[in-house]
């Protein structure tokens, strides 16, 4: 069986049949989804484009580039991305707090 692979664009048509005014999509649960798709999207598109630069864009050194993506972490991610703010000052655009969406306590 050959499958697809998920692209970054696929994940983020997930949150979109959900739209603020349709009243059965406002429960958490949706949101939650919505956002999970969403990061998730962005963790593949930066796994992918660093793949691309390290190993390069070719389509045939993909075999390359799919281990080299297992090795990327979501934490590493986040460290980097703080790093990143610290760096350049710029402050995310939506904070957790402000998205309504609330944090798992830090023992899951």
Do not use: K
Request: glycine fraction near 6%; charge should be positive; charged fraction near 25%.
């Amino acid at each position: 069986m050959v499958r697809a692979s998920i692209t970054s664009a696929a994940l983020l048509t997930l949150g979109h049949p959900c739209s603020a005014s349709d009243p059965t999509c406002s429960t958490t649960v949706h949101l939650r989804r919505a956002v999970s798709g969403a990061y998730y999207a962005l963790f593949r598109e930066l796994v992918g484009e660093a793949t691309r630069r390290a190993v390069g864009p070719e389509r045939s050194r993909q075999h390359d580039r799919s281990p080299l993506a297992r090795w990327y972490a979501h934490g590493e991610i986040r460290t980097v991305s703080q790093w990143v703010e610290r760096v350049t000052g710029i402050e995310p655009a939506l904070s957790v707090r402000e998205s309504g969406v609330r944090r798992r306590p830090a023992s899951f």
